[in-house]
């Protein structure tokens, strides 16, 4: 049904240009009639220059022939009226064809020969301003428009004049001034002759055109509102349909879209009743962008195709008047043969293209279907595959949990049960029982400290739980951490002094307190009785620093490596046979990293160690990230 509607829509078009070439055909005709039969040489004169206008647009050189008729004529009769008004046609056909300099050596001569006629001098002058203005002798053309207008004014030619304030206003509608073109528009329409003259809508277009580049809007539309009924009374439908489109476009980019889609639709109504290709080009190619901007594409694509059918019928149009120019009926039959086997090809083309355009779209939809697909299942896979990662990082650190407390927690489990039956089945006195409750304490504070650690790093290895900030002052944070190991320096009579910088600070405390501790108990383990133990805190400008150093035992490049690595959670045996998990330090770098910090190891073997780390200093409260 789509491509009947098309065929018949293409056919009506034809017949509307084969009417429209009759009536040019049977215009020239009759001008060639009226001047054979002409038996008065001035007549003559008249009928050869308008024989010339007529074939201007159709072709130029007939037209400059009869120009030159009229001309030679003119001359012949000493008619200065028409030798001018020759003169100035012939000149605005070598303007249109780009000859401007040949333009103006016609209007020279012209103007040399109106002297003293001030209606004849204004029209040389206005035609030679518009040869200056197209040479970009933007000057002179300003200059020779004002000198046009003077003219016009001594012969008091009100319609003559506002034509020359109404080029000037094109002028400066054409270099983007605005202001200037809505000044001389506005005088232009003081000199028409009330709503007699096309000008009069012309006028009313420039002004909507200078408001709407200014973005003036409502104005921009009012003045298109007054050229469309302008052109409708007078009545011009070319000019209201062009009119349609300005007010549509305005509509758009002011935001009125339901007014600007309406607008652009009667352009079209319009334009297919006038059957102008040009306008229905026009009007197509305005709803396709209208469609395209608004994201209703499948309607652009519409309007799109029909601006390409009434472009190939353009061309089709122009073809024929070609034609008609030369004056060949046999060429107009024969082009009408040619139409409508172009028609025909043109239809079966259409179809073939629907085809395959149907044919893409289901291609394009099978792929899309298939690689929506493959993206899903893709996904579900890699989904897949990153919690089995996950799981087997789970199941691992379990196994290591698992192994630490089997081979930490028996031997310390079995010497207590031990000892509990020993003491059940009464075999050891007061003296022995006294002797392995001062041995046990130490087993029992390392055992708690075991498993303290164990729940905590078990935690940031399932949660990977972030420090959360809280306001923490360096001397309490440190005082504390001393106390909680206190009863452990005390077991080996080792004494720890502080040098602490009383600073106040955001950090997660739990989180600092569990470090400092670790390393006071790893420095107490490692170190012999009666020694010393420094723990220090300072600020050194943005950063905190916190350091325990102890004259222990001390630790080889390797050893340290392994610590900071976690290669493995060996545990090695302390100064008083102390045991652990292997697991403190790495937990304190794996908590310190968590605060945006790295723990630090300075270490000799039999020389003692040091151990520091720095955070960020943070003054007001806010969660650590």
Not at 419 to 434: A, G, V
Not at 463 to 472: A, I, L, N, S
Not at 497 to 509: A, P
């Amino acid at each position: 049904m789509k491509f009947v509607l098309q065929t018949i829509l293409l056919t009506t078009l034809f017949i509307i240009v084969s009417d429209k070439l009759s009536s040019q055909v049977s215009k020239t005709d009759s001008l060639k009639y009226a001047i054979s039969i002409a038996d008065e040489d001035t007549l003559k004169v008249e009928l050869y220059r308008e024989m010339a206008q007529h074939l201007t647009y159709n072709s130029s050189d007939e037209a400059i022939e009869y120009y030159k008729k009229s001309l030679d004529l003119a001359t012949e009769l000493n008619d200065i009226t028409g030798i001018v008004n020759a003169s100035v046609g012939l000149s605005q056909i070598y303007s249109m064809n780009g000859e401007y300099k040949q333009s103006l050596a016609i209007l020279d001569d012209a103007t040399s020969l109106s002297e003293g006629n001030s209606s004849l001098l204004a029209l040389c002058h206005s035609n030679i301003a518009v040869d200056y203005y197209n040479l970009g002798y933007e000057k002179l053309f300003v200059d020779h428009t004002q000198i046009a207008r003077k003219y016009n004014e001594e012969a008091n030619d009100s319609v003559a004049l506002s034509y020359n304030f109404n080029n000037i206003g094109s002028y400066y509608l054409e270099v983007n001034k605005n202001d200037s073109a809505i000044i001389y528009l506005n005088k232009a329409l003081t000199y028409i002759d009330g709503k007699t003259d096309k000008l009069y809508g012309y006028i009313y277009d420039g002004l909507g055109t200078a408001e709407k580049n200014q973005k003036n809007y409502s104005k921009a539309l009012f003045h298109y509102k007054r050229a469309k009924a302008f052109f409708e009374e007078e009545p011009s439908e070319y000019e209201v349909i062009k009119q349609l489109h300005m007010i549509a476009e305005v509509e758009y980019e002011s935001g009125r879209i339901s007014s600007a889609f309406s607008s652009a639709k009667e352009a079209l109504q319009r334009s297919e009743k006038l059957g102008n290709y040009k306008l229905l080009k026009e009007s197509s190619a305005l709803l396709s962008s209208l469609c395209e901007q608004n994201g209703y594409y499948r309607r652009s694509l519409l309007y799109a195709r029909k601006e390409r059918a009434y472009i190939d019928s353009l061309d089709l149009k122009n073809n024929t008047e070609l034609i008609d120019a030369l004056g060949t009926k046999h060429a107009l039959e024969l082009n009408k043969r040619n139409l409508q086997i172009s028609e025909e090809m043109n239809n079966q083309l259409w179809k073939q293209q629907q085809f395959l355009i149907g044919f893409s779209v289901l291609i394009v939809l099978l792929l899309c279907m298939v690689a929506i697909g493959f993206y899903k299942k893709n996904k579900e896979h890699n989904v897949n595959r990153n919690l089995l990662i996950e799981l087997d990082k789970l199941n691992d650190s379990m196994r290591k949990i698992l192994g630490i407390i089997g081979h930490d927690l028996r031997d310390s489990i079995g010497n207590l049960k031990n000892f509990t039956q020993l003491m059940h089945h009464k075999l050891l006195d007061n003296e022995s029982i006294d002797g392995l409750l001062k041995k046990f304490v130490p087993m029992v504070n390392s055992t708690h400290n075991l498993l303290e650690n164990l729940l905590l790093w078990s935690q940031n290895n399932t949660q990977g739980f972030e420090p959360t900030c809280q306001d923490t002052n360096s001397y309490s944070l440190i005082s504390d951490a001393i106390s909680h190991v206190s009863h452990l320096a005390n077991t080996k009579h080792i004494c720890i002094i502080k040098k602490v910088d009383n600073i106040n600070f955001c950090g997660d405390r739990n989180m600092l307190l569990t470090i400092l501790r670790n390393l006071l108990s790893n420095s107490i383990k490692f170190s012999d009785p009666d020694s010393i133990i420094k723990i220090s805190c300072a600020l050194k400008a943005d950063k905190i620093k916190f350091s325990v150093s102890d004259n222990g035992v001390g630790m080889s490049k390797s050893q340290i490596n392994s610590i900071l690595s976690n290669d493995n959670h060996n545990s090695t045996a302390g100064t008083s046979g102390e045991m652990g998990s292997g697991l403190g330090l790495y937990f304190c770098s794996t908590l310190i990293e968590k605060h945006r910090g790295s723990l630090k190891i300075k270490s000799k073997k039999g020389e003692g160690s040091t151990f520091s780390f720095e955070i960020p200093y943070k003054r007001k409260t806010k969660e650590l990230k």
